[in-house]
């Protein structure tokens, strides 16, 4: 079964600092994504940033990295230059297609405080 | 854009109720899902559905149902609330296919059964 660990149930950084948030994940599959969403105190679910298996580039979106080491199954998000509004939980999943059907499962979540 | 809209932001029932949440998207997304978010335990999936009247079990149905009449609309239903179905209940929809579809969740639905 695929399973996906987040480490850090809590995380803070300064504003303008950078921080990288951990995922490691189970899966006996080759071909496969991952994504990390983020769901800011009392607002919608959205995502990050989206990693395919198969290319050995890590995805980058404005301040939003990953560090993705296939080998190693980890999925890490680094933020650069933290604001306030970078605030929230934040989810690593990993999406599985299986015939006709798609599933994400998400790990438990980092809790990203950002201190001016 | 794309918009996932959910009946309630809160609910209150009493146990024993028969509850019904409502999620509608409004763009034509062949797959539609609901989740319960719990601190410490993260997003669990009940049950999701890829196309019209299908469903498929999550990996928590028990004490829950499904119904998706039309393509934009997929309700949850809990047939007896219970106390431990208090959380917070997440719909999200995507686009079918072998590819990095997102899903696109709506605001949330925070349940509390007395």
């Known amino acids: 079964a695929q399973t996906v660990t987040q480490s850090q149930p809590e995380m803070s950084v300064q504003e303008a600092e950078t921080v990288t948030l951990s995922c490691t994940y189970d899966?006996?599959?080759?071909?496969?994504?991952l994504f990390w969403y983020k769901q800011p105190p009392s607002r919608q679910m959205i995502l990050v940033i989206r990693q395919e298996a198969y290319k050995q580039q890590n995805a980058t979106e404005n301040r939003f990295s990953v560090n993705f080491q296939k080998a190693a199954k980890s999925f890490s998000l680094k933020i650069s230059d933290s604001q306030l509004g970078d605030a929230a939980m934040y989810f690593c999943?990993?999406?599985?297609?299986?015939?006709?059907?798609?599933?994400?499962?998400f790990g438990k979540g980092t809790k990203l405080t950002v201190n001016p | 854009d794309v918009k996932v809209t959910q009946s309630s932001r809160y609910l209150v029932k009493r146990t024993g109720e028969k509850v019904f949440l409502e999620c509608v998207q409004d763009m034509d997304h062949e797959n539609m899902f609901w989740y319960r978010q719990d601190p410490g335990l993260g997003l669990r999936l009940i049950y999701f559905?890829?196309?019209?009247?299908?469903?498929e079990k999550g990996d928590i149905p028990e004490g829950y149902s499904v119904s998706r009449e039309k393509k934009e609309r997929f309700s949850l239903i809990l047939e007896s609330a219970s106390t431990n179905q208090t959380s917070m209940y997440l719909c999200a929809s995507s686009l079918s296919g072998a590819t990095s579809y997102e899903q696109y969740f709506g605001p949330g639905t925070r349940l509390t059964v007395t």
């Open positions: 999943a990993y999406r599985r297609f299986q015939g006709g059907s798609e599933k994400l499962v």
């Open positions: 899966t006996s599959e080759s071909d496969y994504y």
């Open positions: 559905s890829y196309d019209v009247k299908m469903k």
